[in-house]
């Protein structure tokens, strides 16, 4: 599980059966890196699947390949990226070795 930012919503005019009515997000996955500075990431956007209701600006929890249908289980549905959960804070604490 990593975490993303939201930057998007995806709109779609045809879509597979199973997912009909489902609202979907375009998030960028963030590193250690991206959390710690003003920088935007670098990393490519995903079309994130989101019950939650995550907004442009949202950090989420972000769950990808099989880890991404489970939820679904015992349906079948064609999810490769998944939003875990809403983050509302994210607390950083570097220790120096």
């Avoid at 679904?72 to 804070?89: C, H, Q, S, T």
Wanted: net charge negative; charged share 20%; glycine share 6%.
């Amino acid at each position: 599980m990593r975490i993303a930012k939201v930057i998007g919503t995806v709109t779609l005019n045809r879509c597979h059966p199973t997912v009909v009515g489902a609202t979907w997000k375009l998030a960028v996955p963030m590193s250690l890196r991206d959390l710690t500075s003003s920088q935007p990431s670098s990393a490519d956007p995903l079309v994130v699947y989101d019950e939650f209701g995550a907004h442009v600006g949202s950090q989420i929890m972000l769950s990808e390949g099989a880890e991404a249908a489970q939820p679904f289980r015992p349906l079948e549905k064609p999810i490769d990226a998944y939003n875990a959960g809403l983050l509302d804070d994210v607390q950083i604490h570097l220790e120096d070795h």
